[in-house]
């Protein structure tokens, strides 16, 4: 069983930057394609970017395309979100989940989530 942890989240105002780390424990991440979702508030939880099981292959939300990138390390279990140039609509809470390869499916399971508040 995969459990997943978020971290990395907090405030900052407009322009900046944030890099989310996602540690999953279970030896299957590796197998996986992975995936961050996040949650606006008062709205439902939306895809945001993609990685197939070896980073060979990735794909982004036209929302965050140009300014997010998702990366990870299998030696290390961990899935990666870097956010550049931060809008306040970026505002949510953000997830990440195992993937069905090649889709914008989540399997889950879902953690805590961790808070990214974008000031203007």
């Known amino acids: 069983q995969v459990q997943l942890v978020e971290s990395g989240g907090g405030l900052v105002q407009a322009g900046g930057s944030l890099r989310l780390s996602c540690a999953a424990s279970?030896?299957?991440?590796?197998?996986?394609?992975m995936g961050w979702f996040r949650r606006a508030p008062g709205k439902e939880r939306e895809f945001v970017a993609t990685?197939?099981?070896?980073?060979?292959?990735?794909y982004y939300a036209d929302s965050v395309k140009g300014r997010f990138t998702i990366s990870r390390d299998n030696a290390k279990n961990t899935v990666y979100l870097q956010m550049n140039s931060l809008k306040p609509e970026d505002t949510g809470v953000y997830y990440c989940?195992?993937?069905?390869?090649?889709?914008?499916?989540?399997?889950?399971?879902w953690g805590q989530g961790t808070q990214v508040t974008v000031s203007s």
């Open positions: 279970g030896r299957t991440f590796s197998t996986y394609a």
């Open positions: 989940s195992l993937m069905i390869g090649g889709s914008r499916a989540p399997i889950g399971p």
């Open positions: 990685i197939s099981w070896n980073g060979g292959d990735t």
